[in-house]
């Protein structure tokens, strides 16, 4: 169970740095895709505060403590806080890149051998996870 602990809070911390990216980009993007990409990131940062109150109750469920400070959510965060995001493109890759980084350290942690309610909330987060990451690719200027 230590090993389960580690890794939900490792997934915490990912998810609350996220988190705070996206309100960065939410209260500072500008350009014209604003009225889009204000809208969308409200609802992404209020989806994800649902999942970060899931992974942090998962962790209470089997006994322990969840990460709750500043610095120990940046200490064990799999991305790192971005600067200020006013550029549509900026603020859109990082969303895009952290995504993906969520959505890959789910796989590899629904492969290893976990407790099945542990493993059932990573299959729900990771089918989210997938979709925004599609849509939210979905707005990268690709050529």
Known sequence: MVKTHKMLNELLGTLVVFNQGVHN???????????VLHEKLDELYKANAEHIDSVAERVRKLGDTPESTLAGYLKISLIHEPP????????????????????????????????????????????GTETAHWMWHSLQDLD
Not at 25 to 35: S, T
């Open 84 to 127: 200020v995001l006013r550029d549509e493109t900026e603020g859109v890759d990082f969303v895009v890149a952290s995504l993906h980084r969520i959505a890959g350290f789910l796989r590899e942690q629904i492969d290893q051998k976990i407790d099945p309610g542990t493993e059932n909330l990573l299959t729900d987060l990771l089918a």
């Open 25 to 35: 980009f939410h209260w500072n993007v500008r350009g014209p895709k604003f009225f």
